[in-house]
């Protein structure tokens, strides 16, 4: 996400960092790199002018130029100025009215169906109870897709096939909604071009109808400074309150999501971060401004560790590594907590420094090192699991050539496993110890959030 930004900024923040004194001169060189780097990520030329002029403004201001470390002052002014570009604070969403409806608009291809299932399923975990609406008349697939995608998260689909006016289907829905209690109905449209005029008035009788709170452009990060057009004629046309950004993931410049509210002064109020029902996030600003400049982004690390682990679950485990009793079994369930935070490239992604460890580092092994070791456990028996000191050739030979790997990748496992029970058994030894002698670490010390 913002690969080629975050690296050119960084190295531009170099410069800046080294400037033992300010002068006018010396910022606007410096700041040449930062407007390039703007530039290159596709952001609108007026958004990067204006956004330079602001930092220069301020970067030769009195309190900057007596600071003792001038260079760090300046960064800090481009992390507060792109916050206040990306949109200060995260909008949230009005759900007030009774049933309270979104409208979700955009062109083709731009991920509205996808973005609905995963806006529903945000808004359950919320505590609301959604109804997905398919209102696209005209793609063949996609009522069976957005049906499909009710199935997985087991939300309701309503879903007319062969009716082909959208307006029905609309005052059906409400009609259920109504009568099923459901509080959020959530209408996937249909994908139009801008030239169309034809399709985008039916979105308008479609709104005037249902009244939505928010009208939700759906964009694609991708397309850079065109998103930005996108949304400006959606606006006219609907007035848009927000936008979703899909793909941000595999946007490595990130123009549109620096250029949005600037230049429409719409708020971007979900991305989309991967292909998994679950890559969808709330936008806050002052987050993504942290990670756009290599800075991490901590506090979503924790809210997503804090959805993937079940706290219980937690518990249970520390107590099985205090008495020394963590089985393979176990080592599984980790492995796969792990996967539910999301791919090692995106949870290195929001430490600090993160974006330079990416560059160092190939976490595409680590990542395949984790399918195998989860492989070779689950070629194994329930009790092969629980005992692995049963594995004698015979049953390694058949667990290998389960799993696609050589006995000995197998038997590297199983030793490092070993070596990992007895250091927790070790560990426990010592924790029982020191708690007799009344002091050190007490039962909880190896608590989540110790």
Do not use: W
Request: aromatic share 4%; proline share 3%.
């Amino acid at each position: 996400m913002f690969d080629s930004l975050s690296g050119k900024l960084q190295s531009a923040f170099k410069n800046l960092r080294g400037l033992g004194k300010i002068s006018e001169s010396n910022i606007s060189e410096s700041l040449r790199d930062v407007r390039l780097a703007l530039l290159d990520a596709d952001v609108n030329f007026k958004v990067a002018r204006d956004f330079i002029e602001k930092v220069k403004e301020q970067a030769i201001g009195e309190k900057v130029i007596q600071s003792i470390q001038p260079g760090q002052q300046i960064i800090k002014i481009i992390q507060d100025e792109l916050i206040l570009l990306l949109g200060s604070a995260n909008a949230g969403l009005d759900l007030s009215g009774d049933p309270s409806c979104l409208l979700l608009v955009g062109l083709h291809g731009s991920g509205k169906t996808t973005s609905s299932g995963k806006l529903a399923r945000l808004l359950e975990k919320e505590g609301r109870s959604p109804l997905l609406v398919a209102c696209d008349v005209y793609r063949p697939a996609a009522m069976d897709q957005l049906l499909t995608l009710g199935q997985q998260l087991n939300v309701p689909v309503f879903a007319r096939k062969g009716e082909t006016d959208v307006l029905r289907i609309a005052r059906d829905a409400l009609a259920e909604a109504r009568s099923t209690n459901r509080n959020t109905l959530i209408f996937d449209t249909a994908g139009r071009l801008q030239i169309d005029e034809d399709l985008v008035q039916e979105l308008v009788r479609l709104r005037d109808l249902v009244r939505p709170r928010e009208v939700l452009l759906v964009l694609d990060a991708a397309t850079g400074q065109e998103a930005v057009n996108v949304a400006t004629h959606f606006d006219q046309a609907l007035q848009v309150t927000g936008a979703i950004l899909t793909r941000l993931d595999g946007d490595a410049r990130g123009g549109a999501a620096l250029s949005l509210k600037s230049v429409t002064g719409k708020p971007i109020k979900f991305v989309g971060v991967g292909e998994k029902l679950e890559d969808f996030e709330a936008f806050h600003p002052e987050r993504m401004a942290s990670r756009i400049l290599g800075m991490g982004d901590v506090v979503s690390l924790v809210e997503r560790a804090a959805e993937a682990v079940d706290l219980d679950d937690a518990k249970r485990l520390e107590e099985k590594m205090r008495k020394g009793q963590f089985t393979l079994e176990d080592f599984l369930a980790q492995l796969r907590q792990m996967k539910k935070l999301g791919s090692l490239e995106s949870i290195v992604g929001m430490l600090p420094g993160g974006s330079e460890m990416l560059k160092q580092a190939d976490l595409s092994k680590g990542e395949k090192e984790f399918k195998r070791m989860e492989g070779m456990i689950c070629a194994m028996t329930a009790q092969e699991r629980r005992h692995p000191q049963i594995l004698n050739a015979k049953r390694r030979l058949r667990i290998a050539k389960g799993s696609g790997v050589g006995v000995a990748e197998l038997n590297n496992l199983l030793k490092r496993f070993g070596q990992m029970q007895q250091m927790m058994k070790k560990m426990g030894k010592f924790q029982k110890m020191m708690s007799k002698m009344g002091g050190g670490p007490g039962p909880g010390f190896m608590r989540p959030g110790r």
